[in-house]
């Protein structure tokens, strides 16, 4: 391989999505290899917030809700995801968090699978998802049962009500046959939930084609949503009907302002509601969705695949032979590599310092998203000088070690 | 009295809070009567959300979970909002929706009153309230009670785990004796949780002088927190230990950032937590509280009173008798006045033609809110005016029908 920096210039060159940066504000000095737990903020983003802001919230007031169509947001939000995840337009929703998702979904199923009780997942799944279903558990509803990803089919059995797993890993990136495992789940008779958290705007993925029962996400990663954006749920349309959810928040009926006692679920989606939408956070969303619905999920996986291959090819001739975490086969992860390293909170903390920004997962993994919207070859092969020269000159050694609340 | 207009000027010339009105952007050729439903912007919010998305979003990337305590934001707005309420700082905290909170502190109370089932409310409370019983309920745990609001007291028995109000009531505005039936459920051995949606910013509440256990409130009316700002919960100190809810996600771990398998729940009101914080939510909603606390509440009361006091003498003026749902005394409502009216939509919907906005609740309810931080006394008297030449000339039977979604 020629030197890095001049392959990456080549890359660049011919990167079809090399004018989507600009789309971006990104700072000055920095690699920005964390996209994979908040994704950058799309100009046209920060545009569609000040007419929010100014336009709709000072100016229109209350009336917004309908001349602005606030109240169709998290309709109109969870349409334009479902492409993204091969689910139809009225199979997603855009609401509360991740976590408040789950559980309306883990209770759904609950609801739909009488006499079972078991909600299976594995093991060092990202903990929220694993809390969700100890909080049913706590309630009496459900019970958690946890076996290693290799051991998951032989699990499913006939107490399972709901299979509940991470499509993408969040420390290794590993990627689960949704299709198999779905096929698994309901040969058992199981439902299943998939958490597309660190898929969507990701890779592709398709629901429907798995014929997938409910997934949620997250907004604030390769959606670029912003900060604690709000979250999609996913229920597939053969659901709709016998969906019940215990959130039955007013926004979730069907007939909102009627102001009765009595809850009737709206039809479709619209169910899984609960309270009033929030606005700003939607219109962030939905700006970072048209974007990435704009590139297109095929050609933003093709170039994460180039770019982390890419990376892992700097490496080498950095000659630096690292523990990788993730799968070396890129069809096999999403969209970032993660390397175990006994030092990786310093190495991740002596990056930072450099500008390189990724972050460290408890308790050895130094991990590296590769968001294709915004990042250049040319930052992949900066990032892996910076790494080398960090761990060659021992630098992390002195890195300044600092709690860090660093949200996935 | 004088001419009403005159009179307003002489008012809005001796307000001690008028130049707050200043301070806020509001459109021209609009008298604005619903900020019980969305408060109107502060135009500080509007610089602290671009300082927001741009430096700490877009320039901060995820480093501002730190280096701009967006991982505090929840508990220091929760602190901002205590005060108003008559709550000690650690005892309230912004988070999720009204109604999520709802369920989490219903099931919070069934926890904590072992053998007891019965959630108590009134009929007509606001549905959302109801709701989320309803959901409780489907889930089995919980069996929903109603009871007029004469009769609470008398429905309250040893099967009472909560009783459930909301301190101002949405339609009527109504007050509830807080301190009064907090007793009256505590003497029946049951928990109190107060909605106190329509009272946070609005008039002074004393959870604490008053022994409440829960409260719940919203952050998008007198609070001003924008279109679906996040809401906030309370619960009383002594229960924080034995409080147990169960959305049970990673934000509400005691060690988010361990990434344990298992759920251990936050010390102190952070337990409360579920998903990632909104973080574009919760700045505005702090620059809609930091407003108010600065305004403070006792100022505030005493102008909505004057305000509703004086709308209701200009309606006298113009002849006008109207059937008033609202208590006289202003001391037993909080900062709104309801009208029940045959055409209650048609003359809501003429008046907006004319630039006054209030909003109709279902069936015969005209709904005047008067929020005291920026309505003026000419605003009242103008929009006292423009009531009585809609009724006189009839002018609501040609107003345009349309269904309207409105958000309390």
Chains 1, 2 share one sequence.
């Not at 000040?50 to 606030?70: D, F, K, M, T, Y």
Request: net charge negative; with cysteine; charged share 20%.
């Amino acid at each position: 391989m020629s030197d890095p920096i001049d392959q990456a210039r080549a890359l660049d060159a011919a990167d079809p999505l090399r004018d989507y940066r600009a789309w971006f504000e990104l700072p000055a000095g920095v690699i920005y290899l964390d996209g994979n737990s908040l994704g950058a903020l799309p100009k046209a983003t920060a545009e569609r917030l000040a007419q929010v802001v100014h336009g709709e919230w000072g100016e229109g007031l209350i009336r917004s809700w309908n001349s602005a169509s606030w109240i169709d947001l998290p309709q109109r939000v969870g349409g334009k995801i479902a492409p993204l995840i091969g689910a139809g337009a009225d199979e997603v929703i855009a609401a509360d968090s991740t976590s408040v998702n789950l559980f309306k979904l883990i209770a759904a199923a609950l609801h739909m699978r009488p006499g079972r009780k078991v909600i299976l997942s594995e093991p060092g799944n990202f903990p929220t998802d694993l809390y969700m279903i100890a909080g049913l558990e706590a309630q009496g509803l459900a019970t958690r049962r946890l076996a290693p990803r290799d051991n998951i089919a032989d699990a499913l059995d006939e107490d399972v009500a709901l299979l509940l797993l991470t499509h993408v890993h969040y420390k290794t990136g590993e990627v689960f046959d949704m299709a198999a495992l779905t096929r698994a789940a309901h040969e058992a008779g199981a439902l299943v939930l998939w958490d597309l958290s660190h898929s969507a705007g990701a890779i592709p993925v398709d629901l429907n084609g798995s014929n997938a029962d409910f997934a949620v996400g997250c907004g604030y990663k390769y959606l670029n949503g912003g900060p604690g954006a709000p979250a999609f749920a996913h229920a597939a349309r053969r659901h709709h009907d016998a969906l019940q959810q215990p959130l039955t928040g007013w926004m979730g009926h069907a007939a909102p302002f009627a102001f009765s006692d009595d809850y009737a679920p709206a039809p479709g989606i619209g169910r899984l509601l609960t309270g009033t939408p929030p606005i700003l956070g939607l219109a962030a969303l939905e700006a970072g969705v048209d974007l990435i619905a704009e590139i297109g999920i095929d050609r933003l996986a093709a170039k994460s695949r180039a770019l982390s291959e890419f990376f892992r090819e700097c490496l080498a001739e950095h000659g630096l032979e690292l523990d990788l975490a993730s799968p070396t086969d890129p069809a096999r992860r999403g969209s970032q590599l993660s390397f175990r390293h006994p030092q990786a909170y310093a190495v991740c903390q002596a990056l930072i310092a450099r500008g390189v920004i990724g972050d460290f997962r408890d308790p050895d993994i130094l991990r590296l998203g590769f968001a294709p919207a915004y990042v250049s070859f040319a930052d992949v092969a900066e990032a892996a000088r910076h790494l080398a020269e960090v761990l060659e000159n021992g630098e992390w050694e002195r890195a300044e070690f600092q709690e860090r609340a660093a949200v996935t």
